[in-house]
Every structure is written in C-alpha cells, then in structure tokens.
C-alpha cells in the first residue's frame, strides 16, 4: 500500500476541513519511516463486467472476492457512480447521480460478507432493465468491494502501524440492444521530446455518444515529401458515454521538420472518425 493511496483513505473518512492539515502530517511520517501494510482481500477476474439486456429484462452476475490472509475478512459492499476523464482523475460519486447511471438497476445480494481465511466467497448481484422504450446506448456504475482497515501485527522499532483500505471497483456496464450512436471527439492536446529524445503527440478521445466502445486509435505520420514515416495502432479499454482519454503516441528519434499527422478512431460503427494535425518538431 503506498503512503497516497492510504492517505486516499483517510480522506475519505475526515471531516473536509481537518482532512488537508492532517494529510500533510502523515505525509511527513510516512516519507520519514517505512509503512507495514498489505492486502487482506482481491476481487479475481475482470474489473469490468458488461451486459447486453433489453428493457424490462433481468440478468444475474457475480463477482469473486479472495481472502489473501489466514484470518477471517469482513467486506463491505456498496455501490457508486463511475466517470474519469483524460486528465487522469477518477469520479466515483454517489449511485444514481451520473445522468447514464444503472445503479438503480443493480441489486449485489448482501451489503457486507465475511470470507473465510484463504478462501473465496461469489457475491452475486441482479440487474433489472426498467420497462422503458426509450432507453438506448449504455448504462453503467460500479460495485465497490472493501475491505475493513487492520493494524499490522507488532510494529517494529522505527516503524508505525497505520491501518490500510483496500477497495476494488468493479464497472457494472448494461448495453440495450437499440444501438444508441457512437461518436468521438478527438482533439489536439500536445506534442514535445520526452526525456530519451522521442517525439511525442497527445490527443483526447472523448466519447459524445450514447453507447460504450473500445476505441481502435491509430496514427499516421507523413514528412513533407508525403511519405509515411510511422504508423502506430493502439486498441483502449471501455470508453463511456462522457467520458475520455489521452492517447499518447511516441514516434521514436525522427528528424526535425515538419510533419502532417492523421489520427483515426474506429468506435465499431460504420465510419471511421479522423482528425489532422500539422506538427513541427
């Protein structure tokens, strides 16, 4: 567990007020002395469970929790809304508030489990498709998965035991079978050599539709002579609907001059959506 994904945790639970000052002296603890933690539970398999279900329909799924330790683990079990966006950062803010939220729809079968020690417990969870017509595209939340914070056994001298939080998010995504449309913003955020002279290009890949992809991005670099000097191709994960990403494409030591980029996003619909950049390096 590293000292900021603890101090996450704690920040979860302190009044917003006293959370910043207190951050800040743990901060200094844990640069200062070493920080005995670990993982007392894993969710196994994939962090995204998706659906096809038509209105009024239901389905059951399930998600295995593990005991990585020889004592009994208590889990709590809850639900949250889930976005991120291409500067990195994560929402998980209440269920039911993210305007294409299922988690009304997602029912897990218990609130809390205990796993035995080593062992594997399946929780499993019911969605139910509302009887509405006019539902298209893609419906999705999140089931987290936490375990209780313990203090590690007999802190030695020099060290301090602070208790760990560890939480798994696993995307609960229902598609409806009316197709819902799939387009993509692609828009120009920068270029520049990086530490080991490579030239580099970052676009965002916003999804402004209404149904989840995977985009297929890929990016082709001509010099002035209209001769093709690289080629590169890139498959991402599930892109919601209001959600994005940041593409980077690193083209290796080519020479300076000016360039003409074409970046293409394939969502899986009929067309290929394309954009064009003049690059100076």
Sequence with gaps: MSPLAYLAA??????HHAAPVLCALLAALLLALPL????QIAVVGNAVDEHEAGPGQRYVSSITVRNLTS?????RIYQTDYRFSANGTSNFDSAGTVPRSNAAWVKPSASSITI???ADVVLNYAVTVPAIDSLRGTYWSAIMVEGQPRLPPQAGRGEIGLGAVFRYAVQVATHLPAAGSRRVRITRQGFL??????????VVVENTGERAYRPNL???LYDGRGVMRKRIEQQRGLLYPGTSLKQRFSFGAIPRGVYK???????GDDTVSAAQYKLTF
Excluded: H, K, N
Excluded at 261 to 267: I, S
């Design 10 to 15: 704690v920040r979860r639970v302190m009044p």
């Design 36 to 39: 005995r933690a670990g993982a």
């Design 71 to 75: 004592e009994p683990q208590p889990v």
């Design 116 to 118: 035995p020690p080593l």
């Design 193 to 202: 050599t990086d530490s080991t002279g490579a030239r580099v290009f970052d």
């Design 218 to 220: 890929w990016i082709e």
């Design 261 to 267: 980029a074409l970046v293409f996003a394939d969502t």
